[in-house]
């Protein structure tokens, strides 16, 4: 099993271009999250799924959007990038309820300039 | 304001010496996950504890989960390079349904 793998592992964008980051589980996992890490600020959730066709917004939603089209993929849009979006996005997943463990991609290094 | 806090933030060590990271928040934590994540890569499971006054161990490192279950404490024995990355804590905090992390802490060994 490949676990969880995220697609591109680095980008660089303009500001105002825009990109879709894929994220893929094999894992038949139901959860799925996208999260942005920054320097001292940990991870933050930025959208999450609780199944294939579901999203919800997290705590730093505004400027992207997401997609669960599939139960093994989980889709970040950044339809208009902002240098402020400059950062490591991490994908992870996880089967259900009954566990709060995630199991991490290795994530995207994006820089928008 | 981070509802988990991380202290210290980054930390450097000589080889061989022991060192702990602190993961503390307001409120009674329910299930708090140790991640480790080295450059480029993405985070690593280490431990899991749910119950206060749990502890649980890895090779040279060792979990604790104090009583009131607001804080733990992640411990390093006899440091070595392969121990250096950044050390994250996430919790089900009270209240939440999901995991919050704290900032993390960067861990350097020098030999």
């Known amino acids: 099993n490949a676990g969880v793998t995220q697609t591109p592992k680095f980008r660089v964008l303009k500001t105002g271009q825009s990109m879709t980051l894929l994220c893929a589980q094999d894992?038949?996992?139901?959860?799925m999250y996208w999260y942005r890490q920054d320097p001292g600020m940990g991870l933050r959730l930025i959208h999450y799924?609780?199944?294939?066709?579901?999203?919800a917004k997290g705590e730093v939603p505004d400027g992207y959007n997401v997609s669960r089209l599939k139960k093994q993929n989980f889709l970040l849009g950044l339809e208009s990038a902002a240098p402020s979006q400059t950062s490591v996005y991490f994908c992870?997943?996880?089967?259900?309820?009954?566990?709060?463990?995630?199991?991490f991609g290795p994530g995207t290094r994006l820089t928008v300039t | 304001s981070q509802e988990l806090e991380q202290s210290p933030q980054s930390l450097i060590v000589q080889e061989g010496k022991n060192l702990t990271i602190n993961c503390t928040s307001s409120?009674?934590?329910?299930?708090l996950y140790w991640y480790k994540q080295k450059y480029g890569e993405g985070l690593i499971f280490l431990m899991m504890?749910?119950?206060?006054?749990e502890e649980k161990s890895h090779e040279k490192i060792t979990a604790k989960l104090d009583e009131k279950k607001q804080q733990s404490s992640l411990h390093i024995t006899a440091s070595q390079p392969s121990h250096a990355g950044i050390y994250l804590c996430?919790?089900?905090?009270?209240?939440?349904?999901?995991?919050?992390f704290g900032q993390g802490t960067r861990l350097t060994i020098n030999p």
């Open positions: 992870a997943s996880k089967p259900g309820t009954g566990t709060y463990e995630q199991y």
């Open positions: 894992m038949n996992h139901e959860y």
């Open positions: 799924s609780v199944g294939e066709g579901t999203t």
């Open positions: 409120k009674t934590l329910y299930g």
């Open positions: 504890l749910q119950k206060g006054g």
């Open positions: 996430g919790a089900v905090i009270q209240g939440a349904q999901k995991l919050v």
